[in-house]
C-alpha cells in the first residue's frame, strides 16, 4: 500500500464514502507499522460535491476532459494576438464548450447517485474554466484529486476591452525618413496574418470540440437506449422465466395429482380382474353340479 494507490482509490468514491475509507487505510498503515503513510492518508481531505464530480469526470470521461485541456494552448496563443472584441467572441464560443461539458458531468454524477445543485454546476463551470486559463489549474483537474473547485482570477477570460494599439507613426518630412514608415506599414499586414491564423486556429479547435461533445452526447443517448432496451428483455425474460416455473410447479403438481390417480385405478382395477375370476370359477362350478344333476 502507498499514497499514491490509496489517493486514487479515495478520490473515486463518492463523498460519503471518502471518511470511512481513508480512516480504514490509515488504520491499515499503521497497523503495518507505516505512521508516516498513516499519517499522509490521514491528511487527505473529503472532496466538495464539485471537487467529486470533476474528479468522476476525469476518470470516466477523460476523452472530454482532454480535449477541454487541448483547447488551452490556442486561446492563451490567441490572447496574445487577438483584439478584444475577436477574443469575447472566443470567449462566448468557449463558455458554450464548458456549458456542454458541465452538462455531461451532471449526467454521470446522477447516474452515480449524486445530487448536482445549480452552485455545484457554478463551482464545475469555474474549475473547467480555470483549466482552460492556468496550466497548474489544468494538472491539478488533470490528476482527478481535487478537494474543492478551482477557480482563475487572472486574464484567462477573454478581456473587456481592446489590446493596445500601436502608436501612429509620424509622417515623414523628409526623403531621409522615409524607410521608418514602410517598415511599419510592411509589419501590419504581417501581424493582421499571425492575429488572423491565431482566431482561425481557436476557433477551429473550439469547433472540434463542441463537435466532440455533441457526438459523445450522442453516443451516452444511444447507450442509454440500448440499456433501457437490454433492461427491458431482461425483465420480460425474467417475468417468462417466473410464469414458465410456474407452469412447471402446476405440471408437477398435474403430474403427482395423475401418478395417484394411476395407483388407484390400478388397484381398482386388480380387484376387479380379482371379482371377475372369482366369479367365472364360481359358474363353472355351478355348470359342473348341473350337468351331474341332469
Same mark, same amino acid.
Given at each position: 500500500?502507498?499514497?499514491?494507490?490509496?489517493?486514487?482509490?479515495?478520490?473515486?468514491?463518492?463523498?460519503?464514502?471518502?471518511?470511512?475509507?481513508?480512516?480504514?487505510?490509515?488504520?491499515?498503515?499503521?497497523?503495518?507499522?507505516?505512521?508516516?503513510?498513516?499519517?499522509?492518508?490521514?491528511?487527505?481531505?473529503?472532496?466538495?460535491?464539485?471537487?467529486?464530480?470533476?474528479?468522476?469526470?476525469?476518470?470516466?470521461?477523460?476523452?472530454?476532459?482532454?480535449?477541454?485541456?487541448?483547447?488551452?494552448?490556442?486561446?492563451?496563443?490567441?490572447?496574445?494576438?487577438?483584439?478584444?472584441?475577436?477574443?469575447?467572441?472566443?470567449?462566448?464560443?468557449?463558455?458554450?464548450?464548458?456549458?456542454?461539458?458541465?452538462?455531461?458531468?451532471?449526467?454521470?454524477?446522477?447516474?452515480?447517485?449524486?445530487?448536482?445543485?445549480?452552485?455545484?454546476?457554478?463551482?464545475?463551470?469555474?474549475?473547467?474554466?480555470?483549466?482552460? #486559463?492556468?496550466?497548474?489549474?489544468?494538472?491539478?483537474?488533470?490528476?482527478?484529486?481535487?478537494?474543492? #473547485?478551482?477557480?482563475?482570477?487572472?486574464?484567462?477570460?477573454?478581456?473587456?476591452?481592446?489590446?493596445?494599439?500601436?502608436?501612429?507613426?509620424?509622417?515623414?518630412?523628409?526623403?531621409?525618413?522615409?524607410?521608418?514608415?514602410?517598415?511599419?506599414?510592411?509589419?501590419?499586414?504581417?501581424?493582421?496574418?499571425?492575429?488572423?491564423?491565431?482566431?482561425?486556429?481557436?476557433?477551429?479547435?473550439?469547433?472540434?470540440?463542441?463537435?466532440?461533445?455533441?457526438?459523445?452526447?450522442?453516443?451516452?443517448?444511444?447507450?442509454?437506449?440500448?440499456?433501457?432496451?437490454?433492461?427491458?428483455?431482461?425483465?420480460?425474460?425474467?417475468?417468462?422465466?417466473?410464469?414458465?416455473?410456474?407452469?412447471?410447479?402446476?405440471?408437477?403438481?398435474?403430474?403427482?395429482?395423475?401418478?395417484?390417480?394411476?395407483?388407484?385405478?390400478?388397484?381398482?382395477?386388480?380387484?376387479?380382474?380379482?371379482?371377475?375370476?372369482?366369479?367365472?370359477?364360481?359358474?363353472?362350478?355351478?355348470?359342473?353340479?348341473?350337468?351331474?344333476?341332469?
Amino acid at each position: 500500500m502507498d499514497l499514491e494507490t490509496v489517493a486514487d482509490e479515495l478520490y473515486a468514491l463518492p463523498p460519503q464514502d471518502f471518511t470511512g475509507t481513508r480512516n480504514q487505510r490509515a488504520k491499515q498503515a499503521r497497523s503495518s507499522g507505516d505512521r508516516d503513510l498513516a499519517s499522509a492518508i490521514g491528511a487527505l481531505r473529503r472532496p466538495s460535491t464539485g471537487a467529486w464530480v470533476v474528479n468522476l469526470l476525469v476518470r470516466t470521461r477523460p476523452d472530454l476532459v482532454d480535449q477541454l485541456l487541448e483547447l488551452a494552448d490556442a486561446l492563451r496563443s490567441a490572447q496574445e494576438t487577438l483584439s478584444g472584441p475577436e477574443l469575447r467572441a472566443l470567449s462566448t464560443q468557449r463558455h458554450r464548450v464548458i456549458a456542454s461539458i458541465v452538462g455531461e458531468a451532471r449526467k454521470l454524477a446522477i447516474a452515480e447517485g449524486g445530487t448536482v445543485s445549480d452552485a455545484v454546476e457554478r463551482e464545475l463551470e469555474a474549475t473547467l474554466d480555470a483549466a482552460l #486559463a492556468d496550466p497548474r489549474s489544468a494538472e491539478l483537474v488533470r490528476a482527478g484529486r481535487l478537494e474543492t #473547485a478551482l477557480s482563475y482570477a487572472g486574464l484567462g477570460a477573454a478581456p473587456t476591452s481592446s489590446a493596445p494599439q500601436p502608436k501612429p507613426t509620424p509622417r515623414p518630412t523628409s526623403t531621409s525618413t522615409s524607410t521608418k514608415p514602410a517598415t511599419k506599414l510592411k509589419a501590419d499586414p504581417e501581424a493582421r496574418r499571425k492575429r488572423e491564423e491565431a482566431r482561425r486556429a481557436a476557433e477551429q479547435a473550439l469547433r472540434d470540440a463542441e463537435a466532440d461533445v455533441e457526438r459523445a452526447a450522442s453516443e451516452r443517448d444511444q447507450a442509454i437506449s440500448d440499456h433501457e432496451r437490454a433492461e427491458s428483455g431482461r425483465d420480460e425474460a425474467q417475468q417468462r422465466i417466473v410464469e414458465l416455473s410456474e407452469q412447471l410447479d402446476q405440471a408437477q403438481s398435474d403430474a403427482v395429482t395423475a401418478a395417484n390417480t394411476v395407483r388407484e385405478r390400478q388397484r381398482a382395477r386388480s380387484h376387479a380382474e380379482h371379482r371377475a375370476d372369482e366369479a367365472r370359477r364360481r359358474l363353472e362350478r355351478a355348470r359342473e353340479a348341473a350337468e351331474k344333476a341332469g
